[in-house]
């Protein structure tokens, strides 16, 4: 059994060579991790980091209250895996990363032991109270790492969403909605909501849906277009659709889907009739802005 007195004496040797071990990793280990992915971690903020958790390491064994331990290295962990995503390291490098620090903390154990004499015994008792915190370590590193590669994923997905579904104004009172590609679940609440919000926003009178993007249509799809007609409706603003497919026409029909209560045309053109706006051919415009200039008589 190990003394108190030893236990003591090896976590001050661990504390007190923390920089050396990491400065140590940093040398064998971080270039063949960087070489193959462009990472923004500096030498000094992973030789820190590094530090910082073999100082926790150390101070386990100076203390009997292991909890609040297990509750420092988790948080540790959590910081890590979440600064592993935000600079770009996938799960596979920033798991394997771990194992030398691992690695490195029982070789300089051995180290320590050697110069204090100790047997198998002492070291096993060592590694009883180091391995569950390194475990827990691992644990917390990759559940932040997972949770917050989600979290990023779901910011950029709406993001994403967000660009998908513009409002474009058109002019004081009319924007255009124009739709491309599928229109799926959450796609379709992003256009619900963004359309609501940006026509609020803009005091709108007219929002043109253009669907001449959209290439397929079911049931859902109608009815979600049907939920944002009466949503519309009820803020003030009048849906036209426009831009129909003769073929997402026929699916219409075949399945039973009756737009008769909302706004439809097969055109922009039309589409920007109905508010009371028209397109003027090119040659009409130049004319006029001849005959403004006194070009033509």
């Known amino acids: 059994m190990m003394s108190e007195n030893h236990m003591v004496k090896i976590g001050e040797a661990i504390i007190e060579r923390s920089e050396e071990l990491s400065i140590r990793l940093s040398r064998e280990h971080d270039g063949k991790y960087s070489s193959s992915q462009n990472l923004s971690y500096s030498a000094e903020e992973t030789i820190e980091h590094r530090k910082g958790f073999f100082v926790l390491l150390g101070e386990a064994l100076l203390t009997g209250d292991i909890e609040e331990k297990l509750n420092q290295v988790y948080m540790w962990g959590k910081n890590a895996g979440k600064e592993a995503v935000k600079h770009g390291i996938s799960a596979d490098t920033a798991v394997l990363s771990l194992n030398p620090i691992r690695k490195a903390l029982y070789e300089a154990i051995r180290e320590e032991f050697n110069k204090l004499g100790l047997g198998f015994d002492a070291y096993f008792d060592v590694s009883d109270r180091l391995d569950p915190i390194i475990d827990h370590a691992v644990y917390s590193f990759t559940q932040a790492f997972v949770e917050y590669n989600d979290e990023t994923f779901s910011q950029a997905q709406d993001e994403l969403l967000e660009l998908s579904v513009p409002v474009v104004p058109l002019t004081g009172n009319v924007a255009i909605l124009p739709v491309i590609g599928t229109i799926d679940t959450f796609r379709s609440k992003k256009m ?106």
């Open 192 to 297: 619900l909501d963004q359309a609501l919000e940006r026509g609020t926003e803009l005091g709108l009178s007219y929002m043109i849906i253009d669907l001449s993007g959209v290439h397929m249509i079911d049931t859902a799809v109608a009815h979600n277009l049907f939920q944002l007609n009466d949503a519309l409706k009820i803020v003030g603003i009048k849906a036209i659709i426009s831009g129909l497919r003769p073929e997402l026409a026929q699916t219409i029909v075949s399945l039973g889907i009756s737009f008769n209560h909302m706004t439809v045309t097969n055109s922009l053109e039309q589409a920007l009739m109905k508010t009371g706006l028209t397109i003027q051919p090119e040659d009409t415009v130049e004319t006029k802005e001849n005959f403004k200039k006194g070009l033509l008589i």
